[in-house]
């Protein structure tokens, strides 16, 4: 009940981006599931291996990334990191911004660990400071 309270207290302007950011880790979490990813990536027009240029607007990459943040905490799913950077490369889009969403390995010991992150131009967007120590092997771009 809390948790409703203070999304209703949020400004008009952050209550809507969040639920379009649930709405699109829903989309993104679908498409992920029942497609292989290249088609996944037609299907959005995702460009693997393109890094994104374009107008960046820190103020909206900000809001983006607070929202997707919000709604990945939220939805009856667990959210994870690629649903939530594709879900931001998809709203930022969306508003005519650049967007790449960055994909890395970390070997911790003997185990190989991935990790999705989205920047607008140089602004971090989701994951980012998870990202440390990550080694990108792939960007796809909006």
Same mark, same amino acid.
Request: net charge positive; aromatic share 6%; glycine share 8%.
């Given at each position: 009940?809390?948790?409703?309270?203070?999304?209703?207290?949020?400004?008009?302007?952050? %209550?809507?981006?969040?639920?379009?950011?649930?709405?699109?880790?829903? =989309?993104?979490?679908?498409?992920?599931?029942?497609?292989?990813?290249?088609?996944?990536?037609?299907?959005?027009?995702?460009?693997?291996?393109?890094?994104?240029?374009?107008?960046?607007?820190?103020?909206?990459?900000?809001?983006?990334?607070?929202?997707?943040?919000?709604?990945?905490?939220?939805?009856?799913?667990?959210?994870?990191?690629?649903?939530?950077?594709?879900?931001?490369?998809?709203?930022?889009? %969306?508003?005519?911004?650049?967007?790449?969403?960055?994909?890395?390995?970390?070997?911790?010991?003997?185990?190989?660990?991935?990790?999705?992150?989205?920047?607008?131009?140089?602004?971090? =967007?989701?994951? =980012?400071?998870?990202? %440390?120590?990550?080694?990108?092997?792939?960007?796809?771009?909006?």
């Amino acid at each position: 009940m809390a948790a409703l309270a203070r999304f209703f207290a949020l400004p008009g302007p952050e %209550r809507r981006c969040t639920c379009e950011a649930a709405l699109l880790l829903l =989309v993104v979490r679908v498409a992920l599931a029942l497609l292989p990813l290249p088609r996944a990536l037609r299907l959005f027009d995702i460009a693997q291996g393109a890094t994104s240029s374009g107008r960046v607007d820190p103020e909206q990459a900000a809001l983006v990334g607070r929202a997707v943040t919000r709604a990945a905490r939220h939805v009856p799913f667990r959210a994870v990191c690629l649903q939530q950077a594709f879900a931001a490369l998809l709203m930022l889009r %969306r508003r005519g911004l650049a967007a790449t969403v960055h994909f890395g390995l970390l070997r911790d010991g003997g185990e190989l660990k991935a990790h999705a992150w989205s920047r607008s131009g140089e602004i971090p =967007v989701t994951g =980012v400071a998870a990202a %440390r120590g990550f080694t990108p092997i792939a960007a796809f771009a909006a």
